[in-house]
């Protein structure tokens, strides 16, 4: 069978013709709609490029739930991030929280034994009721997840060198400040409300998730997708590089 449009012989089950975009009228497609998936039938750049000149309808896809079956699942011509990425994005956060911690910390120390008196009140301040420094850290923290997700790139170091960027379900574009802070909002309070039970069943929600969404994502519109990773230290500069433009 060959495409309607332009006459191209199309790939087998090919939802749309992969020369020109028009949706292909065959028994595959009909087939391939019912399971609710898209196989990898047309190169991915050249796909994508087709749903940015609006040859392919995004909404065709987005209206299609992805096969848990697949490893590639996709969303709009973008793969899903799979959990197993999404927990090392989170666990590389971790790690450079701490280790930023850490820093910040060992310099307040270094700076209170050697700069006199009121160095060190302030580092018997902190040591005594810990107050100041729990305060800084969790606006720093927080500060690290709105800015960095809420950015242009959607991603926060953790996320770079995982390769998962977090992008809007229709537009595939930043979330933005406003919706970075509401999800990271929502995410805590499920956890503060719920003892810590729904945080944890919101952390493994895209295990079963059909568009590998947790509870957060699903409250703002966001997407966790597939990006290419980058090294530690192009993340960090990407971060630093990041803050001196803002």
Not at 20 to 42: M, W
Not at 74 to 102: H, M, N, P, V
Request: charged share 15%; with cysteine.
């Amino acid at each position: 069978m060959h495409c309607s449009n332009c006459g191209e012989e199309p790939i087998s089950d090919a939802i749309f013709c992969a020369n020109c975009g028009s949706r292909l009228v065959q028994a595959g497609v009909s087939a391939a709609s019912d399971h609710g998936f898209v196989e990898e039938t047309i190169d991915r750049s050249k796909l994508n490029n087709l749903i940015a000149e609006e040859k392919i309808p995004y909404e065709t896809f987005a209206s299609l739930p992805v096969n848990n079956e697949f490893s590639k699942q996709q969303f709009g011509g973008y793969e899903l991030a799979s959990w197993g990425l999404r927990a090392k994005g989170y666990l590389l956060d971790g790690l450079i929280l701490a280790l930023a911690y850490t820093a910040i910390y060992i310099v307040i120390t270094i700076l209170g034994f050697i700069g006199g008196s009121i160095y060190i009140g302030l580092i018997f301040l902190f040591y005594l009721f810990g107050l100041l420094l729990d305060l800084f850290f969790i606006v720093f923290g927080i500060f690290y997840q709105v800015f960095s997700i809420g950015g242009k790139f959607g991603q926060t170091p953790g996320m770079m060198i995982a390769g998962v960027r977090i992008v809007d379900k229709q537009s595939r574009e930043s979330i933005g400040y406003g919706r970075a802070f509401l999800r990271l909002l929502v995410a805590g309070a499920i956890g503060t409300f719920t003892l810590g039970l729904g945080a944890i069943a919101d952390y493994f929600l895209p295990l079963w998730d059909e568009q590998r969404q947790t509870i957060h994502d699903k409250a703002v519109g966001s997407l966790a997708i597939v990006e290419a990773p980058i090294p530690f230290g192009d993340a960090i500069s990407k971060f630093v590089g990041a803050l001196r433009r803002n």
